[in-house]
């Protein structure tokens, strides 16, 4: 066996040692904070609790870790309701019993989603799993396309639906509080500074409550 082939082993061995030990540091380095290629990877909670969402998740992630810091929160820009059965997947796939997942999906509409999709993506969690269902709203009258208005009062009422037929399963009631205080919107759907604050409130409010 030649000097040179013995180098390009040894390197080849090396490599694979460390994609293999890359996912466990990775989980720790990016606990709640996913960006890039894996920006719908999940790492590990040891709460047992997971934040599914799209911009305003990622936008009050500071506000929801500075009140739990141990909760695992994944929130992307533009990610649309559609993607809730692939982040379920994804709890999934890092805790089989996870105590806790907020879902905060559903200002970024999808033309085929429907009642049945929000229930089959939930159902895939056990049923002992508390679910936390974010309202979405936009506000009518503004800059949002009116097809988005509707499809986001639609989404929150199929999210009320769900919640009345699982247990362990409530809703965080944000449509209702944007609508409220329209001051806490600076856009009529993504919340100010203050407004993520009680955006974060809420949801802790409304975990503390569900049972």
């Given at each position: ?5 013995l180098?390009r082993?040894?390197?080849?061995v ?15 380095e990016?606990?709640?904070?996913q ?27 500071a ?5 739990r810091?141990?909760w ?7 990610r649309?309701v ?12 890092v ?25 089959a ?9 508390r ?7 936009k ?5 949002w ?35 409220a205080?329209?001051?806490w ?23 503390s409550?569900?049972?």
């Open positions: 066996m030649s000097h040179r082939y180098l082993l040894t390197a080849l090396s490599g694979l040692v460390l994609l293999g030990a890359a996912p466990a540091t990775a989980g720790r990016l606990h709640g904070r960006v890039g290629p894996a920006a719908s990877r999940l790492a590990w909670s040891d709460a047992g609790t997971y934040v599914l969402g799209d911009s305003i998740t990622a936008e009050g992630t506000e929801l870790q500075a009140r810091p141990r695992t929160i994944n929130g992307l820009h533009g649309p559609s993607t809730l059965p692939l982040m379920v997947a994804n709890v999934r796939a805790d089989q019993r996870p105590f806790r997942v907020v879902v905060e999906l559903g200002s970024n509409q999808s033309p085929a989603w429907s009642k049945s999709d929000y229930r993506a939930i159902d895939a969690l056990p049923t002992s799993t679910v936390l269902l974010v309202t979405p709203y506000q009518p009258g503004g800059h396309a009116p097809k988005g208005v509707q499809a986001t009062t639609r989404y929150a009422r199929w999210m009320q639906q769900v919640a009345r037929e699982r247990p362990h399963t409530c809703v965080v009631p944000w449509r209702a509080k944007a609508a205080h329209p001051e919107l600076r856009d009529g759907l993504h919340p100010t500074d203050d407004g993520y604050a009680h955006w974060a409130d809420l949801i802790l409010e409304t975990d409550t569900c049972r």
